[in-house]
Every structure is written in C-alpha cells, then in structure tokens.
C-alpha cells in the first residue's frame, strides 16, 4: 500500500509559477511509475504528465507541454511537478497518482493510488 500527500498548491497570478509535492511511502518507489493529473469544477479528471520509475522517461499533456516539469527524486520518494507560465485555464485541483510499475502511463484507470489533491488557482 502506498500512501501519497500532495503539496504547493496555492493562488498566483498568471504568468506565475507553483512547484507541486507528492510525498509517498514506502520503500520501493522507484518501482512506481508517478503521474500528475487535474480536475476543474465540472471538468473530467485529466492527465497533466508522467514520469516513470527511474525518471528517464516522461509524457506530458499537449496543454502544459513547455510549461510544466515533472521529476523525481527516489532517495526522498517524492514526485515534482514544477509549473511555470500558469494560466486561468490551469486552475484546478491537481493530483499525483501512482502505478504499480514503473513504466509511463497516461490513464487515470492504470493508476492504483491516489493522492487527496491541492487546489491551484490562477488570477487573471
């Protein structure tokens, strides 16, 4: 079982950049694959990026391509997913989630555990 506590959420204004935390437990993180995803008021759960277990891969969504970086650091299990140029439309609760293997995975569904999610909130 792994637990994940999500950080950095906050308001900023566009243009502004937010660093979002995802501290897991456990001892074999590095054998997770960990994804970010975003969910606005009345929108589905979408995929933001993703990253696999050694961190040499990632994916991205083409609406934050450029903009938003994710990355690891196994020894402190831990996930990032640094934001900058954030706009209005970036608002959102935002989620990190991780998968039982280390392989890159975009769907919500190949995802086992789940983070409770931080607001990000972008003034225009």
């Known amino acids: 079982q792994v637990q994940l506590v999500e950080s950095g959420g906050g308001l900023v204004q566009a243009g502004g950049s937010l660093r979002l935390s995802c501290a897991a437990s456990?001892?074999?993180?590095?054998?997770?694959?960990m994804g970010w995803f975003r969910q606005a008021p009345g929108k589905e759960r979408e995929f933001v990026a993703a990253i696999s277990g050694s961190g040499a891969s990632t994916y991205y969504a083409d609406s934050v391509k450029g903009r938003f970086t994710i990355s690891r650091d196994n020894a402190k299990n831990t996930s990032y997913l640094q934001m900058n140029s954030l706009q209005p439309g970036d608002t959102a609760v935002y989620y990190c989630?991780?998968?039982?293997?280390?392989?890159?995975?975009?769907?919500?569904?190949?995802?086992?555990?789940w983070g409770q999610g931080t607001q990000v909130t972008v003034s225009s």
């Open positions: 989630a991780a998968a039982r293997h280390p392989m890159v995975v975009v769907g919500h569904y190949e995802y086992h555990y």
């Open positions: 456990g001892r074999t993180f590095s054998s997770y694959a």
